[in-house]
């Protein structure tokens, strides 16, 4: 089974300050990892993936991810948030190899404030 | 880009009638997926599908759910007797076969039951 938990249901930042959004996974075979961003009344759009090649990842927006395997972490970062970051943010992991399904954590809201 | 259409973006029914939400998955790709996100919540896994059969399903998805992909572009969720609780975002997505390129969602289709 997978299963992914993300620390902080809410994170507050100034604007031009550090995002960092905290993923950590439990998986029986190494994951893929998934960033994906919900804004208000609109669907999931991914941010950016982790599938077994190189451990730092860069997605969209300026947004980054570090898959940890000794911290079974892949913790979100961005150096300056803008205040079009703020969305909800959810983290998924699935298996490899196949195109199973993804299991999501429960999101952290992103609020940027001025 | 490739997107995933969903539609309605919005549905209001009354409990026990029946309910198909429909998606048009991205041509090339061949698996599809439902996921639902009840407000507030994370969201969550209801079936995949590939091959013209359900791959995987999860314990939300009981006898009153079923899906289909009646003509080859199309894949429908279909609720039979829906209850308040079905109340929810429903996302369709699709992917190209082992998720190598993440998952692609669609905008969801909001179903409010009274």
């Known amino acids: 089974a997978q299963s992914v938990t993300q620390l902080g249901s809410h994170v507050s930042v100034s604007e031009g300050a550090l995002v960092l959004l905290r993923c950590n996974y439990s998986?029986?075979?190494?994951?893929?990892l998934f960033w994906y961003v919900q804004y208000p009344n609109q669907g999931l759009q991914l941010l950016l993936k982790?599938?077994?090649?190189?451990?730092l990842v860069k997605g969209i927006n300026g947004f980054e991810a570090e898959f940890k395997k000794s911290e079974t972490s892949f913790h979100l970062t961005k150096p300056s948030a803008h205040m079009s970051d703020a969305a909800e943010y959810f983290c998924?992991?699935?298996?490899?190899?196949?195109?199973?399904?993804?299991?999501f954590g429960t999101g952290t809201r992103l609020q940027v404030t001025l | 880009e490739p997107e995933v259409t969903q539609t309605p973006s919005h549905q209001v029914t009354q409990m026990g009638q029946e309910v198909i939400l429909r998606c048009v998955p991205i041509?090339?790709?061949?698996?599809f997926y439902w996921y639902r996100q009840i407000l507030g919540q994370k969201v969550e896994f209801l079936v995949s599908?590939?091959?013209?059969?359900?791959?995987?399903k999860s314990e939300i998805f009981d006898d009153q759910f079923s899906v289909e992909r009646p003509d080859g572009s199309n894949f429908t969720l279909k609720i039979r007797s829906t209850k308040l609780e079905d109340s929810a975002m429903y996302f369709c997505?699709?992917?190209?076969?082992?998720?190598?390129?993440?998952?692609?969602f669609g905008s969801g289709t909001r179903l409010t039951v009274v």
């Open positions: 997505a699709s992917s190209e076969g082992i998720g190598l390129d993440g998952y692609t």
């Open positions: 998986s029986s075979v190494p994951p893929y």
């Open positions: 982790y599938t077994s090649a190189a451990t």
């Open positions: 998924a992991v699935s298996r490899p190899g196949t195109a199973s399904k993804l299991t």
């Open positions: 041509s090339n790709h061949l698996y």
């Open positions: 599908f590939y091959n013209n059969e359900i791959s995987e």
